[in-house]
């Protein structure tokens, strides 16, 4: 009876019960519990290919499930990437719709759409200033994202499979690339992107589940790609990015992950990124 109601706590908060999809780098197709809060905070270093120093992104984020179904994250970005000095740089919106469910006893098979809108205030070169190569100015660049470079909107799906302690998910999405609040998008860059990825994570520990307190280790690999789609600039990358992740009382996480170009065509501002990641989740919120 002890370990039945361990179990069904564990279920109930759906963190531990499902570590090995809290990917790194990527959303599963599984939501937050409904009534719950998610406080995230992502640093990013960037050594940038280009330049004499070393980009560094951060990103508060808010995350909140509004029922088993639906999610929505709200994130702003500062940085020193684009500027002379860190400052913030913009925000975006994301929200997430499961509409399909398939569970077994020790798999499930999840389906979700999600969207996403981000107004970004930066200049598509970075200034001179310093820390800053001045004769590296105007170097070519072909890679944007939603993530604090460029303003626009992604759509697309999502499918997850989890296996007893292996989960494996892909993505495919649209992007498309506006102007940033005060610069024009230069002509040679492309509007519309194909974004996708593959991920698979493995809960190493616990080997057996006897309290929601105990520590889980999680290990991943993941597969991040990127199309230009328009005529004039048809080009890609693939990505490489393992990981490790730490969760705490099944509500406190840390993730550590590298990022590195697998291949591709694609001139990039950066080709590496180290990630440190922390979140915290606050379950069963009651409305007032």
Known sequence: MKKF????ALACTGVAARAQELYVNTEPASNMPAN????????????????????YRLAPEVMVGFSKKLMVHATGYFSNMMQRQFQFEGGSLYAKYRFLSK?????????AAFVKGALINNPYYPETGAGHDHNARQ???????????????SGGLIATQLLHKLAVSGTLGYDRYFKNVKDEMPLFFSRNALNYSLSAGYLLLPRTYTSYK?????????LLGKSNLDQYRRNYYVDVAPAVQFIFNSTTRV?????????GDMARNM?????????HNIFNIRKK
Not at 37 to 51: E, I, Q, T, V
Not at 139 to 153: M, Q
């Open 5 to 8: 109601f361990i179990l069904l």
């Open 36 to 55: 719950s809060l998610g406080l995230r905070l992502s640093n990013k270093l960037f050594p940038m290919d280009h330049a004499d120093y070393i980009g």
């Open 103 to 111: 569970d077994e006893v020790h798999s499930h098979f999840r389906m």
């Open 139 to 153: 170097y070519y660049n072909e890679e944007l994202d939603l993530d604090g470079t460029t303003s626009g909107v």
């Open 214 to 222: 105990q520590t889980n280790l999680n290990l991943y690999v993941e």
């Open 255 to 263: 993730d550590l992950s590298y990022r590195t170009q697998l291949f």
């Open 271 to 279: 080709t590496t990124v180290y990630m440190v990641k922390l979140e």
